[in-house]
């Protein structure tokens, strides 16, 4: 009896380890997905469907998403006018998902190429992903402002991540 019961219960587990695997390996696809989208959004500059990706609590601080569009679109149209253009907004890859407070967590690595002013900028940064089981998608925002405890005390008070986020980096040259 003891045997047939502890060979159950590492059956149980073995189970159960497959099944989380198998969902964080779906989570991550879903991670791509979304990130995929909002970088896309961004280049056509379609920025009701950019906020679709965007925290809740954030747009919130924004004065909601109507308030978030114009100011993106008078800050892109600014920089339009500057000579501003993006060139490429690719997604590279996603990290492990992790659960923690109650919520799945991943981070997004993007590539972004622009050009301004006679040079080209180069940048690779990140996007912090929490992912929102009702309605099935990724929500993002930038991870460099995990680091601004100011914001992260209105949008996550408390937060915490076991997560490590590599640092951006950016490169320019003249073009």
Do not use: H
């Not at 991670?31 to 379609?46: F, H, I, V």
């Not at 659960?99 to 799945?104: H, I, K, L, T």
């Not at 990724?138 to 100011?150: C, D, G, S, T, V």
């Not at 949008?155 to 490169?171: G, Q, R, W, Y």
Request: with cysteine.
């Amino acid at each position: 009896m003891n045997k047939a019961f502890s060979t159950i219960v590492m059956l149980l587990l073995f189970c159960g380890s497959i099944t989380f695997a198998q969902s964080t390996e779906e989570l991550k696809a879903l991670a791509l997905r979304d990130a995929k989208t909002a970088s896309q959004a961004t280049l056509k500059m379609d920025f009701d469907k950019l906020l679709d990706y965007t925290y809740p609590s954030i747009l919130e601080l924004m004065g909601g998403k109507e308030k978030a569009i114009e100011l993106l679109k008078s800050t892109f149209n600014t920089m339009k006018e500057s000579g501003f253009v993006f060139e490429k907004a690719e997604i590279l890859g996603v990290s492990d998902v992790v659960f923690e407070d109650d919520q799945y967590r991943c981070y997004i690595e993007g590539f972004n190429q622009m050009v301004m002013s006679g040079k080209r900028m180069k940048s690779k940064s990140y996007l912090f992903g929490i992912y929102n089981s009702e309605a099935k998608f990724w929500y993002f925002m930038e991870a460099k402002q995990l680091k601004n405890e100011a914001m992260m005390n209105l949008v996550f008070p408390n937060f915490k991540t076991s997560l490590k986020i590599p640092e951006d980096e950016m490169t320019t040259e003249d073009i």
